[in-house]
């Protein structure tokens, strides 16, 4: 029991270690991050978390894990729940875009962060990223085919073409928000894509004048 209550405090650690390293990385920068910086914000020692993480690469490839969950968890799994085609892709888009409104990450978006500071960097780190956001691109693809397979879109529908389109609202509307105002970019962005969807949306099956316009309520 001792050993296991033990594994226990150590897990529960070790996740408040990384969420709190997930919000520094979105501020000072994922090649800014260290131990150190890591302890003071906590308040415990640096040697205690060098028992979790043996080198500053191997603290970055866990933060990138621990993004990867969160935004599962916060932006993916709630969309999921939209019906299947246009519907579901349009439900993503919403949920990112309330993900970045509600402030849950300091520095608003980590991957969008990370890509530009490492992109010209390579290495381990570089590699993973890469590997994050060709996975993120595929699942929006992905989603794009439902959309024209279901019918919801013309037949002749890049998906390829409206994931990169859809990906690069997401992206434009980070950068923007400091310099439009957060509720006029990810209006934009919102609004963008609505009148994309409805350009090359069927007339059967989905009434796209009807998806929603307003972004659904913060994440909390």
Known sequence: MTQDGRLIRGERTRSAVLEQ?????????????????VADALG??????FAHWRSKEAL????????RAQWTELVIRPALTAPAGVRRLWAVHLSRLAFYEARVLPGVCFFANAQFEFNARPGTVRDRLNAEQTAWMTFLTGLATEAVTCGDLRPGTDPAVLAYQTEALGVCAVMQAPVLGLETAYQHARQALLDHLRAIGTTQAILLEQLPQACPEGIR
Not at 44 to 49: A, E, R, Y
């Open 21 to 37: 390293a997930l919000r520094l990385a979105t501020v000072s920068g994922l090649d800014g991050l260290s131990l150190s910086q």
């Open 44 to 49: 415990v020692s640096k040697s205690g978390l």
């Open 60 to 67: 970055q490839l866990a933060v990138i894990d621990q993004a």
